[in-house]
T-cell receptor
Framework: DGGITQSPKYLFRKEGQNVTLSCEQNLNHDAMYWYRQDPGQGLRLIYY???????QKGDIAEGYSVSREKKESFPLTVTSAQKNPTAFYLC?????????????FGQGTRLTVV | QKEVEQNSGPLSVPEGAIASLNCTYSDRGSQSFFWYRQYSGKSPELIMFIYSNGDKEDGRFTAQLNKASQYVSLLIRDSQPSDSATYLC?????????????FGTGTQLKVEL
């Protein structure tokens, strides 16, 4: 079955640590996105990528980094520079070139700083 | 000004009534508009998309788009308790970096028995 897989589902980070959230899709989608969601809030765009080896900053990129070495994979690293990383992180993907195409979401990773 | 704005609610409607959810956007170059429903702790799921001015109906849901006013809405007829969720408006625009999908903060809907 095609879809997007995020792992892990729950992640705990100590102060000052970098952690990497995984996002893999087998939908053959060109575009991938990372969003952050805080309690009671909407989705805020962290980074997005339209093509392999290219990505753009979203609205809240500070303290995060990404890579897009393969079409299927778009990992997000939460660095120690991100001072308040506790949140729900969602990865999404869309095909390119069709304006009416929905975004497909992974099940999310809930990150907690301990 | 936020790119996509929604009233956070909560919006409370009685069972069987019509719920009206509104969204405005700032980028006139926006091409496509989506409504997602999100239950607490879960991923968003698509309800409808619209990209032409006017109304689009799908079952109990109707999306309305007015590009001149930069406004998109979602009507839910015969609201059910299972419709209680947060509704996210999303806007897709073509930017220098390609398609960018931006979400609003969501409107919490409560359907009361």
């Amino acid at each position: 079955d095609g879809g997007i897989t995020q792992s892990p589902k729950y992640l705990f980070r100590k102060e000052g640590q970098n952690v990497t959230l995984s996002c893999e899709q087998n939908l053959n989608h060109d575009a991938m996105y990372w969003y952050r969601q805080d309690p009671g809030q909407g989705l805020r765009l962290i980074y997005y990528s339209q093509i392999v080896n290219d990505f753009q900053k979203g609205d809240i990129a500070e303290g995060y980094s990404v890579s897009r070495e393969k079409k299927e994979s778009f990992p997000l690293t939460v660095t120690s520079a991100q001072k308040n990383p506790t949140a729900f992180y969602l990865c999404a993907s869309t095909p390119q070139g069709r304006r009416n195409t929905e975004a497909f979401f992974g099940q999310g990773t809930r990150l907690t700083v301990v | 000004q936020k790119e996509v704005e929604q009233n956070s609610g909560p919006l409370s409607v009685p069972e069987g009534a019509i719920a009206s959810l509104n969204c405005t956007y700032s980028d006139r170059g926006s091409q496509s508009f989506f409504w997602y429903r999100q239950y607490s702790g879960k991923s968003p799921e698509l309800i409808m998309f619209i990209y032409s001015n006017g109304d689009k109906e799908d079952g109990r849901f109707t999306a309305q788009l007015n590009k001149a006013s930069q406004y998109v809405s979602l009507l839910i007829r015969d609201s059910q308790p299972s419709d209680s969720a947060t509704y996210l408006c999303a806007v897709r625009a073509l930017t220098g970096g390609g398609n960018k999908l931006t979400f609003g903060t969501g409107t919490q809907l409560k359907v009361e028995l």
